[in-house]
């Protein structure tokens, strides 16, 4: 939540033309695809459905780890959380 908030904060602190430029939809598309995949497997019903059954549990690790940090790097969240904290 905390990642999200400082991406939104960032984008927000940008000008149009360079958040356009540089951080263009696809970016902030991924970036919100990553964090939706993990809220859905840390919160949703499939979260219940890992204690009882071991593939579920291991489709949650396959998601966690090869789905969502894919998806959150290629939006570039680093560079845009910075523009979330003033300059001076």
């Known amino acids: 939540m905390l990642a999200l908030l ?6 927000a602190g940008l000008d149009k033309t360079l ?7 696809m970016r902030n598309l991924s970036f919100a695809t990553g964090i939706a995949t993990l809220f859905l497997a840390l ?3 499939f979260d219940a459905l890992d204690d009882q059954l071991f593939s579920a549990h291991m489709v949650q690790h396959l ?3 090869m ?6 790097i290629s939006g570039r969240p ?3 959380t910075l523009w979330a904290f003033p300059l001076a």
């Open 6 to 11: 400082g991406h939104i904060c960032g984008l």
């Open 19 to 25: 958040r356009t430029r540089s951080f263009g939809w």
């Open 67 to 72: 789905v969502a940090p894919p998806l959150r």
């Open 63 to 65: 998601v966690l780890l």
């Open 43 to 45: 919160l949703s019903p």
């Open 78 to 80: 680093a560079l845009v």
